[in-house]
């Protein structure tokens, strides 16, 4: 045996117990999402009275969420952390749903609809990465500082109006590929993006690009962005300064599917 090996074997227990607590942990089994996804989402809309019956899936991807090593997030590339904190919400944002399901009519607006749930965004009842976190702490504290506007075409909060949530998990490895079909997706549909004729034409869009234009760039950059995705025919008009913008009013129903789609 060369000389050199036998001190790094007496030293290795005493590495071991010095590594950062996580070490050798890995990033949550995206598959496991995408099980509960391929169960319970039909054309972005959720089962939500199956996924309340049946949460195995469901719950042992939470527990993965929870067990998450900070220390990993932090090794991990930012396309991997940022498909983990997407995934991460979406699955949150699940998990309320099903908490509270059927949900009881509280105060004005939609009886069905996740606004009817005490603290929705601020109650920190999801652990994710080792602490307890908010739908708000996770999508305002982690997921928009990484300065990715797409994100606002994938975290989908339980609404009509948010995003329509995709069938699988988001991988750090072709994330930039989805993110642009979460895009195109919006695009294509005609209750959250609609050009108009007009002097000027009007751009009618999600209420999400007016709570959000900051992390676009204001109105303009909103609409710059968006060009870049808009079908061919849309691309001359959408110009800031040539376009008016207004936003559809927001729908805060829930994004169930409906029980007779499901039989």
Known sequence: MPPFRLPFLLALPSLLLG???GWGQTLPDPEIFDRV??????AGLVDYHGLAGNRTDLDLYLEQLGRTSPYDLE??????????????????????????YPIVQRG????????????AWSRQ?????QRDRSLDGIAHGVIRPLGEPRVHFAV?????????????????????ADLDVAVLRFVSDSSRYRLEAGVPPTLRVNKLLDWYKEDFGGTAGVVA???????????????PGRVRVEYFAYDWTLNEAPRSELR
């Open 225 to 239: 962005f968006l060009r870049r995705f808009a079908p061919p025919e849309h691309v001359p008009t959408l110009e």
């Open 19 to 21: 590594a950062p607590r």
């Open 108 to 119: 004005d607006g939609p009886a069905n609809s996740v606004r009817q749930i005490p603290d």
């Open 37 to 42: 996804l391929a169960a319970h989402v039909h």
């Open 125 to 129: 009842f999801c652990r994710v990465a």
């Open 156 to 176: 989908s909060c339980p609404s009509r109006s948010c995003p329509p949530l995709a069938g699988e998990a988001y991988r750090g490895d072709r994330l930039d």
């Open 75 to 100: 090794l991990a590339s930012r396309e991997e952390r940022l498909a983990f904190w997407i995934n991460a919400y979406n699955a949150c944002a699940l998990r309320l749903v099903a908490d509270h």
